[in-house]
């Protein structure tokens, strides 16, 4: 069983930033493609950011130039530095591993980010 724990979250004024982290519990980790996703009140869940096993790196367009995905395959754990952040950021955000691009099999309890503005 992966666990997977997203630590980082807060309450933050528009154009600040956030780092959120997520620590894996699993061998396998450097084999996964990580991804963060965000699911705002009454929205559908949507992927913000991914870094494959390989270290491509993509990211949805709203985020581009903004948010940026890293990971340390020595620590077991995935990034995500957020900067410049927007009221339209507010979202839970979750992050999520699998051994394919566009399916997850494992995912984290999610930590919420607030901005306000």
């Known amino acids: 069983q992966v666990q997977l724990v997203e630590s980082g979250g807060g309450l933050v004024q528009a154009g600040g930033s956030l780092r959120l982290s997520c620590a894996a519990s699993?061998?396998?980790?450097?084999?996964?493609?990580m991804g963060w996703y965000r699911q705002a009140p009454g929205e559908q869940r949507d992927l913000v950011a991914m870094?494959?096993?390989?270290?491509?790196?993509k990211y949805a367009e709203s985020v581009k130039g903004r948010f940026t995905i890293s990971r340390d395959n020595a620590k077991n754990m995935v990034f995500l530095q957020m900067n410049s952040l927007k009221p339209e950021d507010t979202a839970v955000y979750y992050c999520?591993?699998?051994?394919?691009?566009?399916?997850?099999?494992?995912w984290g309890q999610g930590t919420q980010v607030t901005v306000s503005s």
């Open positions: 699993t061998s396998f980790f450097r084999l996964l493609n």
């Open positions: 999520a591993g699998g051994f394919s691009e566009t399916r997850s099999n494992y």
């Open positions: 870094v494959t096993s390989g270290d491509r790196t």
